[in-house]
């Protein structure tokens, strides 16, 4: 049998393109294990896992995208018990260095204030009635074909635009934000979708930069007045570029991660037509099913960690300048936090446990958002149709479908969905 811990996380792609006979016998032999080929602990346990998320004090998040590619400048040593110096010290050198994923307590704190300051409560329902119209507008596209790709055609503008209306981008101005995410210049026809996480944010905060300082000259009494005018916890006025960084990383990260959730529920309901009787019979059902699939394939497969403090996780001692990587995958399939957690099963008790959002300071601000736009999504394909199937002229047979996933070890999701609707 082979040894789990031989498999390079980092470098197989048998294991990035399906990762789940890999995460279930590594939660079960090493909830945590030492790989020394990179000085990065690789967590998959679930209590492990939650202890990194709730320690920012011994585990930086300065490292968060770059994990063991992203030494310390040539040169420093690595020393001691207590790095939290030199983290501070070189944190801006590091990939994506200025967005708030990257940042601790307290800086992470004062931003995390700001941003949750632009997505509050009564903006998300506000918004939910613009995910209403936007819905069917889409569908009406998609629906009318009798068939979809249904990552480029609905889900990735979708998804775009509906953070737009959330931060409050005016609607005249959706067509330019679509074309600098590289999503074609129509709504309805926007196949060169190439992913917000791989493309450059700097357009994006040209964009916001010009608003924001737009705003605080000519306050109009929208949303985007409101971000111009936010502070922070003191009472501070940030630079327009920090409340545009924080704009851009929402659309960016909210916006891919949930485009492959969207893909990913659909993909599994186009499969089972029993489980697509089940929700179309009880919509009761929705949530819940949204849950399951967040635990056993959500679009984060894991994020990178790096330890400040020497420390010791699951019995294996974590030096100071250690890399982790926590693998919400794995550890959403922990055999002591869910019964048989191979098996799809939407009336799990606990269906809501899992850690697909992370947890701790750095749980992701949009998850109220992404299970609204997937909500919505279904309800409303259910109510247009009678069935949604998989092609087979694009993906193959029940039993023997060809599927293409994204080939890295940090995403889940399905590059392309070929739907047809009755």
Avoid at 17 to 43: F, I, N, W
Avoid at 72 to 93: C, H, K, M, N, S
Avoid at 97 to 114: E, K, S, W
Avoid at 200 to 210: A, N, Q
Wanted: net charge negative.
């Amino acid at each position: 049998m082979t040894d789990v811990t031989a498999i390079d996380p980092f470098t197989d792609q048998a294991t990035a393109l399906d990762p789940y006979a890999y995460y279930d016998s590594l939660v079960r032999e090493h909830p945590v294990y030492m790989d020394t080929r990179y000085g990065c602990a690789v967590v998959s346990g679930f209590e492990e896992a939650l202890t990194v998320f709730r320690d920012s004090e011994t585990f930086s998040s300065a490292n968060v995208v770059t994990g063991p590619m992203s030494p310390f400048p040539e040169g420093v040593e690595v020393a001691g018990d207590d790095i939290t110096e030199l983290v501070e010290r070189y944190r801006g050198q590091m990939a994506q260095g200025d967005q708030i994923v990257t940042f601790d307590p307290p800086t992470h704190t004062a931003h995390r204030a700001l941003l949750m300051g632009l997505i509050t409560p009564k903006r998300l329902q506000e918004n939910e009635e613009f995910v209403h119209r936007l819905t069917d507008r889409q569908l009406d596209v998609v629906l009318a074909r009798g068939g979809c790709e249904y990552i480029d055609d609905y889900a990735q503008p979708y998804t775009l635009l509906i953070i737009a209306d959330l931060l409050g981008v005016p609607e005249s101005d959706h067509q330019r934000l679509l074309s600098i995410m590289g999503l074609g210049e129509e709504l309805s026809d926007s196949h060169e979708g190439g992913g917000g996480l791989h493309r450059s944010l700097s357009p994006l905060y040209d964009y916001f930069v010009e608003r924001i300082e737009e705003r605080r000259r000519e306050p109009r009494g929208d949303v985007l007045t409101g971000m111009a005018m936010a502070t922070y916890p003191d009472g501070t006025v940030p630079e327009p570029l920090e409340v545009a960084r924080i704009a851009s990383n929402l659309f960016a990260a909210g916006q891919e991660t949930t485009v492959r959730l969207l893909g990913t529920a659909l993909q599994i309901i186009a499969d089972d037509p029993a489980l697509q009787a089940a929700l179309r019979a009880d919509r009761a059902l929705i949530p819940r099913f949204i849950e399951e699939t967040l635990r056993t394939q959500g679009p984060v497969k894991g994020v990178f960690r790096l330890v400040r403090r020497s420390t010791t996780l699951g019995g294996v001692d974590l030096p100071a300048g250690s890399r982790v990587l926590v693998l919400h995958g794995a550890a959403n399939r922990d055999p002591r936090q869910f019964e048989e957690p191979m098996e799809f099963r939407p009336d799990r008790p606990n269906v809501r446990r899992h850690v697909a959002f992370g947890h701790g300071v750095h749980t992701c601000p949009g998850a109220p958002l992404a299970r609204t736009e997937v909500r919505i999504s279904i309800e409303r394909l259910f109510d247009r149709t009678t069935d949604i199937a998989v092609s087979e002229a694009h993906h193959g047979p029940a039993g023997a479908r060809r599927y293409q996933y994204m080939p890295t070890f940090m995403f889940r999701g399905i590059t392309h969905l070929h739907l047809e609707f009755s």
